[in-house]
């Protein structure tokens, strides 16, 4: 799909659909929307009069133009509310009206800008969120269904965006591009969680991190069991050890042109298959359970963008891939392993894994001493309840860091809420025979029992851990694309290290 912004008159535009807009409560509408209406002869005026329309948030109006203007068809799309209008606001109606186009079998689609006008919104920010949006919504993972593979002849193949003031052109292409460049990280990301986890295995996310290292220029290091052990991973082997399919240790390092100030490390959980292991999960809480290597997904997909992006600070990126297996070789409750920096874990809970992994990508990386550590980690049913599929679970061991991890995320759509850590929580995971246990007290292990076992293993460096365990899978579409797994983190961790870092 090709986007692009022109500087011509929207009444004269060649295309299949011509989208305007339209804020709840105006009869009498202005702009582009209004220069329509007088090519069409005051025909959206007299749909709205007889109040077929009424341009509430996301909701569109399709005519048939029969020839009077050369677009085939004008789609206005709600804006909602003037009063609440803000960039969300243009993401739903962008989404909406793309969504509308599509149904419609456009295949090229002219747009005004939605915001930019009376909305009064930024020509970049706006191109940027269309540059998102327009890839975003309308993705769909198809590999694997033999019929209903949605033709090319279906798809948008251009879209237009027709902008009045000639000064704005250049800021709008720029945020274009940029949005762009992060919705295809974002897709890759839901597409390696859409993957089932026969395909996606350990070896597949390290090859898929190579190519990603390969095509931006990175520099890359895969371990296997081997290596792992002669660094004395004892942890995040013990996971590994009950699958057949062989752990895969993946560092990706991105090192700025010229000076940096920072070095930044980003950590993903990449358990390919969540079983439970022996503490084997019900059925139903095992169907989705391909997505608990959405962590690895974003921090890999987030190393795409480099060569695009090139962010001011070094960044390395690190995923601990294993599946979470029952076998005669699997970790037992009660186990005790020893992780890298030669604490030792009591493991009572074998499906609490996620952080017993994290342990020893943490340890490895406080060995290069990064100046803060970013996890994101599908860790805890217990943050679902918390916040369900809307907001992620921000833990600290420093507020500030914390604050701007949180604006960033909030920015760019990805919604981030903040829990505490509290020293109670610190005492619940000590050991009767060893240094610490992987669960917490006895059915209320919660969100932040995962976030303080992680924190004994990042050794005060400033850390945010990102608890994605909701959002990273919603059963019912939104703005941003269909159910399934979204690729939630992609957004928020490219706006942290180019924005806030
Ligand atoms: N991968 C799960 C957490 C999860 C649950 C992710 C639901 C996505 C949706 C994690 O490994 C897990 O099983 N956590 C346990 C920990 C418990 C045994 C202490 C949980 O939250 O129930
Ligand atoms: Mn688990
Ligand atoms: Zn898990």
């Not at 945020?175 to 993957?195: F, Y």
């Not at 190579?210 to 095509?215: C, F, G, I, P």
Request: glycine fraction near 10%; charged fraction near 25%.
């Amino acid at each position: 799909m090709k986007i692009e912004v022109k500087n011509q008159n929207l009444e004269n535009s060649k295309c299949d659909a011509l989208i305007v807009n339209l804020f709840e409560g105006i009869t009498n509408p202005g702009g582009g929307t209004g220069s329509v209406d007088e090519a069409l002869d005051g025909l959206i005026k007299r749909i709205i009069k007889e109040e077929e329309f009424k341009g509430s948030l996301g909701s569109n109006l399709v005519i048939r133009t029969n020839g009077a203007i050369p677009a085939k068809k004008v789609i206005v799309v709600g804006l909602g509310k003037k009063e609440k209008f803000d960039i969300s606001s243009a993401r739903k109606a962008m989404s909406a009206s793309l969504r509308c186009a599509k149904r419609e079998k456009a295949k090229t689609v002219c747009t005004i800008l939605h915001g930019a006008g009376t909305g009064g919104l930024e020509a970049n920010e706006l191109g940027q969120a269309i540059g998102e949006i327009s890839h975003l919504a309308l993705h769909s993972f198809d590999k694997y269904k033999s019929k209903e593979k949605d033709s090319p002849k279906n798809e948008i193949q251009t879209i237009i965006i027709i902008e009045a003031d000639k000064k704005k052109v250049k800021a709008i292409e720029t945020g274009v591009k940029r949005g762009s460049t992060i919705a295809k990280a974002q897709i890759l990301a839901r597409d390696l969680v859409s993957e089932p986890a026969l395909a996606a295995t350990p070896t597949m996310l390290a090859n898929v991190a190579r190519q990603v290292a390969k095509e931006n220029n990175l520099k890359i290091k895969v371990l296997d069991r081997a290596d792992c052990l002669k660094l004395g991973m004892g942890a995040y082997l013990s996971i590994a050890q009950g699958s057949e399919e062989p752990p895969k240790f993946i560092e990706i390092k991105y090192t700025p042109k010229g000076k940096h100030k920072k070095h930044i490390a980003i950590i993903g959980k990449g358990v390919t298959f969540d079983s439970g292991g022996l503490s084997l999960k019900p059925a139903g809480s095992m169907e989705t359970m391909k997505d608990d290597m959405s962590g690895a997904a974003a921090v890999i997909a987030t190393m795409s963008t480099m060569k695009e992006i090139q962010p001011k600070v070094a960044i390395t990126m690190i995923v601990a891939a294993t599946e979470n297996m029952p076998s005669g070789t699997a970790i037992r409750p009660g186990d005790v392993v020893r992780a890298m920096n030669g604490k030792t874990i009591e493991i009572l809970n074998t499906d609490a894994e996620g952080r017993v992994t994290l342990a020893d990508a943490a340890c490895y990386v406080v060995k290069q001493k990064p100046d803060e550590i970013i996890d994101l980690a599908t860790l805890t049913g217990a943050c679902v309840v918390a916040l369900g599929d809307t907001a992620c679970g921000v833990m600290t061991n420093n507020q500030a860091f914390a604050e701007k991890v949180i604006k960033a995320g909030n920015e760019t759509g990805e919604r981030m809420w903040q829990l505490p850590l509290f020293d109670e929580d610190r005492e619940k995971i000590k050991s009767d025979i060893a240094d610490m246990i992987n669960t917490g007290s006895k059915g209320k292990s919660g969100a932040q029992n995962g976030a303080v076992f992680i924190e004994q293993y990042v050794n005060d460096i400033p850390w945010v851990h990102i608890d994605i365990a909701g959002p990273s899978w919603i059963d019912k579409e939104n703005e941003w694309g269909a159910k399934g797994p979204t690729g939630v983190g992609v957004r928020t961790l490219i706006n942290y290290l180019t924005n806030y870092a």
